[in-house]
């Protein structure tokens, strides 16, 4: 029983910001970790980011680093992702994404739970 809801989509030019959240519900404190991934049309899912739940180990795919912040609300089971200096390849769906692996960066297959996605488009 764990339902994750993405938002903060949506069409931005080369260099803006977005900022992306997941809210969280039922057995949160199962997780290990949660975070980001995403996919173009056509393409395999990749990972983005992720944070351990009851912690702040944070970890990046190397193609964000120094763009991309992830952070958590506990309190609220919330996600978010702080998407800055906004490039063309960052176009695509960004799920959300909770496991109980002891991993930051987890094989796709076996992420327990998923989000619907949330579409991030950028312009030239």
């Known amino acids: 029983q764990v339902q994750l809801v993405e938002a903060g989509g949506g069409l931005v030019q080369a260099g803006d910001s977005l900022t992306l959240s997941c809210a969280a519900s039922g057995r949160t404190f199962s997780f290990y970790a949660m975070g980001w991934f995403r996919q173009a049309p056509g393409k395999e899912r990749e990972f983005v980011a992720a944070i351990t739940w009851l912690g702040t180990i944070t970890n990046y795919a190397d193609s964000v680093k120094g763009r991309f912040t992830i952070s958590r609300d506990s309190a609220e089971n919330t996600l978010y992702l702080q998407m800055n200096s906004l490039k063309p390849e960052d176009t695509d769906m960004y799920y959300c994404?909770?496991?109980?692996?002891?991993?930051?960066?987890?094989?796709?297959?076996?992420?327990?739970?998923w989000g619907k996605g949330t579409m991030v488009t950028v312009s030239s």
């Open positions: 994404a909770a496991w109980s692996v002891h991993t930051l960066r987890v094989p796709t297959n076996f992420v327990a739970y």
